[in-house]
């Protein structure tokens, strides 16, 4: 089975830098598109970046020019550098990965159980 495993999460002070890692292993045959959701207490998820297998990115509007979301094909890992943080950036971070894996013919989106990072003086 495909799993993919968030690290990096905890408590940074405003201003500061957290860096993000999200692995997937497993039967993975190619990962395509990788990125991250997160959800604030009382608030929908929400995109917040994303890269695809060619190295295009995406990024929300609240975070564009602070966070960097990167990717290591060959270990089938992404990562977000989280710099100049501010409280509404706390959330819980979910990586997700299309994924082809060995044993289905069809592209799915896998999910990470997420990290929490909270931003407090």
């Known amino acids: 089975q495909v799993q993919l495993v968030e690290s990096g999460g905890g408590l940074v002070q405003p201003g500061g830098s957290l860096r993000l890692s999200c692995a997937a292993s497993g039967s993975i045959f190619s990962a395509n598109a990788m990125g991250w959701y997160r959800q604030a207490p009382g608030k929908q998820r929400e995109l917040v970046a994303a890269v695809t297998s060619g190295g295009s990115t995406n990024y929300a509007d609240s975070v564009k020019g602070r966070f960097t979301i990167s990717r290591d094909n060959a270990k089938n890992m992404v990562y977000l550098q989280m710099n100049r943080v501010k409280p509404e950036d706390t959330a819980v971070y979910y990586c997700?990965?299309?994924?082809?894996?060995?044993?289905?013919?069809?592209?799915?989106?896998?999910w990470g159980q997420g990290t929490q990072v909270t931003v407090s003086s």
């Open positions: 997700h990965a299309d994924i082809l894996a060995f044993y289905t013919p069809q592209i799915a989106r896998y």
